[in-house]
């Protein structure tokens, strides 16, 4: 649901968010760097790499932007974003249902 003409918003309902100030629909844009120390031909030296990338912003969606910044991996980010679905929850309650449930 977009609010008046900003095509800004995020979508969510009540947002406080004024998607401005860098967050476009509930992201942040930015850029970091990986820097690798590397030896070449007897010297250390620094490789820096940038990329471009998105965080999610604590204003629009505070839980995963907590998901985003506590993770060591992205691996471990998107396991615990999957975990927070709305198809993971009905299906953790199906399977907790299912172990009190005992056939006599």
């Known amino acids: 649901m977009l609010l008046g003409n900003n095509q800004m918003h995020c979508g969510r309902i009540n947002c406080r968010c004024t998607h401005t100030e860098g967050c476009e629909k509930g992201f942040i844009h ?3 760097v990986d820097k690798q120390e590397k030896i070449k ?3 250390k030296i620094v490789v820096e790499t940038w990329y471009d ?3 999610f912003c604590s204003v629009c969606d505070p839980e995963r932007a907590h998901i985003q910044q506590t993770s060591t991996s992205s691996e471990e980010m998107a396991h615990r974003l999957r975990e927070r679905s709305k198809y993971k929850h009905a299906e953790n309650y199906e399977q907790k249902e299912a ?3 005992r056939t006599l």
Do not use: M
Request: aromatic share 8%; net charge positive; charged share 25%.
């Open 30 to 32: 930015i850029r970091y």
């Open 41 to 43: 031909q007897g010297q």
């Open 53 to 55: 990338g998105v965080q």
């Open 99 to 101: 172990e009190k449930t």
